[in-house]
């Protein structure tokens, strides 16, 4: 299966700081790459659907100027959560399809983020 | 109704037995159907992926697909205590916004020693 990376795997940071998260397809090219958001028992809830060379498309409810995706190339996407605060502390995931194998997604293994 | 639906259990079964996980879809386009497993703390890992009708096996997994009755099944044999953990059904929609996947809220499956 294919390998995606996420940097750094959790982060402390205080209220009202922006905080960066990268994801990294290694062994394949993804133009399309995914971040979700997962609360302690919830199950997973997809925020950003991120394009490469375009705008990403952001789910319902979710602000897109707080929460900033770049995608500037096929593999590589960041999310940066700006003016964080205590309720953004959450568990973020990526994930990158993996279009050789049937749009398959791959997760990266997450990033905790605690907000103090 | 919810796009994608799963017994939130748990389940328990017991070491040495056959766990069996059952998924309801309700987009009738849909083409492909994934389950995850997801322990607690990491982030989901893909273990099945099934395209068309009928059964779909891979060591002792068994992905099975009824497009017919919009169900998706997983069968585990042999059940191990490691593979107690929380199991999603993935299931890819076609949306204004691009195809994307739709999971369900996960079935915990406990395996006793």
């Known amino acids: 299966g294919a390998v995606v990376s996420q940097h750094p795997s959790w982060v402390i940071c205080k209220s009202g700081t922006s905080v960066k998260i990268e994801c990294r397809s290694l062994?394949?090219?993804?133009?399309?790459m995914f971040w979700y958001r997962q609360f302690p028992k919830q199950s997973l809830m997809l925020m950003a659907t991120?394009?490469?060379?375009?705008?990403?498309?952001?789910e319902q409810g979710v602000e897109k100027d707080k929460f900033l995706i770049n995608h500037a190339s096929l593999t590589l996407s960041t999310l940066t959560v700006t003016s964080a605060h205590p309720e953004d502390s959450s568990f973020y995931i990526c994930?990158?399809?993996?279009?050789?194998?049937?749009?398959?997604?791959?997760f990266g293994p997450g990033t905790r983020l605690t907000v103090t | 109704q919810k796009e994608v639906e799963q017994n939130s259990g748990p389940l328990s079964v017991p070491e040495g037995a056959i766990a069996s996980l059952n998924c309801t879809y309700s987009?009738?386009?849909?083409?492909?159907f994934f389950w995850y497993r997801q322990y607690s703390g990491k982030s989901p890992e893909l273990i099945m992926s099934?395209?068309?009708?009928g059964d779909k096996e891979d060591g002792r997994f068994t992905a099975q697909l009824n497009k017919a009755s919009q169900y998706v099944s997983l069968l585990i044999r042999d059940s191990q205590p490691s593979d107690s953990a929380t199991y999603l059904c993935?299931?890819?929609?076609?949306?204004?916004?691009?195809?994307?996947?739709?999971f369900g809220t996960g079935t915990q499956l406990k395996v006793e020693l």
């Open positions: 994930s990158a399809r993996d279009q050789r194998e049937y749009n398959e997604q791959y």
């Open positions: 062994d394949f090219q993804a133009t399309t």
């Open positions: 991120s394009n490469e060379g375009s705008k990403a498309t952001y």
């Open positions: 987009d009738r386009g849909s083409q492909s």
């Open positions: 099934i395209y068309s009708n």
């Open positions: 993935a299931v890819n929609i076609l949306t204004g916004g691009g195809n994307k996947l739709t």
